[in-house]
């Protein structure tokens, strides 16, 4: 007979892999839309708004739950979508997709300290930890791949290290607002949560590139661009649900469910060779590894809180 928790479990896990995937595409179909439309505000805005809006409108029986909770939900919207893509997307205007993948591929490492010093119930395991440095090991090896070949003024470096920071600060907000989900959103449906924080946070987006002066004329978007919309409208759709789902539902600790990010650079770089013809080199293979061994020592730490 099958084990209901192991089944859980491996559901919970695939779960965590698809939302890691959908993501890493959304770099490379963010760099391509960037060719056709530069306002990263009103980008980043129509993408939330829409997906909100085909969510919202999928549940529309809970629609009160959205009212009723519209606090919970205009925190979430405000901090994860509205102010953390708002710096994701102003970051990755600037550098190119592989670098960006690379960086917020580092998030489990963040998420699992914020979560060790914030939650009681997710500490730094022997497992964990090995799991973090391996996968975090992981992504400085494809950095390091990734600076080999760069070169530029100063000024292309400060601009740089300024995009690097936002990518980073994103990283955190996105860890603080993981742990509030966890713990503030208990009996809201996940679909809710999913469509009133994009609703939100998209429509925030798309009238503050009003104010920033961002060209809004939706009717002259080129082909391209609309598929590259479509796409991310997708992405946020499916993954924001399938991983607010497994935190609500608590499938997978706060840091456990992170962990399962530091996919994202590996088919980040898999997917920009295949789509904008980026060749990957020797340190993308071994950071390859090093992040399957990171998955490996997370599912061992898994085995252990049974």
Same mark, same amino acid.
């Not at 998030?107 to 973090?132: G, M, Q, Y």
């Not at 919309?229 to 991983?243: D, E, K, N, R």
């Not at 997917?271 to 998955?295: C, D, K, M, Q, R």
């Given at each position: 007979?099958?084990?209901?928790?192991?089944?859980?479990?491996?559901?919970?896990?695939? !779960?965590?892999?698809?939302?890691?995937?959908?993501?890493?595409?959304?770099?490379?179909?963010?760099?391509?839309?960037?060719?056709?439309?530069?306002?990263?505000?009103?980008?980043?805005?129509?993408?939330?708004?829409?997906?909100?809006? %085909?969510?919202?409108?999928?549940?529309?029986?809970?629609?009160?739950?959205?009212?009723?909770?519209?606090?919970?939900? &205009?925190? %979430?919207?405000? &901090?994860?979508?509205?102010?953390?893509?708002?710096?994701?997307?102003?970051?990755?205007?600037?550098?190119?997709?592989?670098?960006?993948?690379?960086?917020?591929?580092?998030?489990?490492?963040?998420?699992?300290?914020?979560?060790?010093?914030? #939650?009681?119930?997710?500490?730094?395991?022997?497992?964990?930890?090995?799991?973090?440095?391996?996968?975090?090991?992981?992504?400085?090896? $494809?950095?390091?791949?990734?600076?080999?070949?760069?070169? !530029?003024?100063?000024?292309?470096?400060?601009?740089?290290?300024?995009?690097?920071?936002?990518?980073?600060?994103?990283?955190?907000?996105?860890? #603080?607002?993981?742990?509030? $989900?966890?713990?503030?959103?208990?009996?809201?449906?996940?679909?809710?949560?999913?469509? !009133?924080?994009?609703?939100?946070?998209? !429509?925030?987006?798309? @009238?503050?590139?009003?104010?920033?002066?961002?060209?809004?004329?939706?009717?002259?978007?080129?082909?391209? #661009?609309?598929?590259?919309?479509?796409?991310?409208?997708?992405?946020?759709?499916?993954?924001?649900? %399938?991983?607010?789902?497994?935190?609500?539902?608590?499938?997978?600790?706060?840091?456990?469910?992170? %962990?399962?990010?530091?996919?994202?650079?590996?088919?980040?770089?898999?997917?920009?060779?295949?789509?904008?013809?980026?060749?990957?080199?020797?340190?993308?293979? @071994?950071?390859?590894?090093? $992040?399957?061994?990171?998955?490996?020592?997370?599912?061992?730490?898994?085995?252990?809180?049974?």
């Amino acid at each position: 007979m099958f084990k209901i928790k192991n089944d859980t479990k491996a559901v919970a896990a695939l !779960g965590a892999f698809i939302s890691s995937f959908l993501w890493s595409t959304a770099f490379v179909a963010i760099k391509i839309g960037y060719k056709y439309y530069s306002g990263q505000f009103t980008f980043a805005g129509i993408r939330f708004f829409l997906a909100g809006v %085909i969510l919202l409108l999928f549940s529309i029986k809970n629609v009160r739950m959205f009212f009723k909770n519209f606090k919970v939900l &205009f925190l %979430i919207g405000f &901090f994860q979508i509205f102010i953390g893509y708002a710096v994701f997307y102003t970051a990755l205007k600037y550098i190119d997709a592989t670098v960006s993948s690379i960086i917020v591929g580092g998030s489990p490492v963040t998420t699992a300290l914020v979560s060790h010093i914030v #939650l009681k119930d997710d500490k730094l395991s022997k497992n964990k930890i090995i799991s973090l440095l391996l996968g975090f090991a992981g992504i400085l090896v $494809v950095v390091a791949g990734t600076a080999k070949g760069g070169s !530029g003024t100063s000024t292309v470096f400060l601009i740089s290290l300024v995009s690097v920071f936002l990518l980073i600060l994103n990283q955190v907000i996105n860890a #603080l607002v993981n742990i509030f $989900v966890a713990k503030k959103s208990i009996g809201i449906n996940p679909i809710i949560i999913n469509g !009133g924080q994009l609703f939100i946070g998209g !429509g925030l987006l798309i @009238i503050l590139g009003y104010f920033a002066k961002e060209e809004q004329n939706f009717m002259q978007f080129e082909t391209p #661009l609309i598929l590259s919309l479509a796409w991310l409208v997708f992405v946020s759709t499916f993954a924001f649900t %399938i991983w607010y789902t497994i935190l609500q539902k608590k499938l997978m600790t706060v840091s456990e469910l992170n %962990i399962w990010k530091f996919i994202t650079p590996v088919s980040g770089a898999i997917l920009a060779f295949f789509l904008l013809h980026e060749i990957p080199n020797v340190y993308t293979v @071994i950071g390859l590894l090093l $992040v399957v061994l990171s998955l490996f020592f997370n599912s061992r730490n898994q085995k252990e809180i049974k």
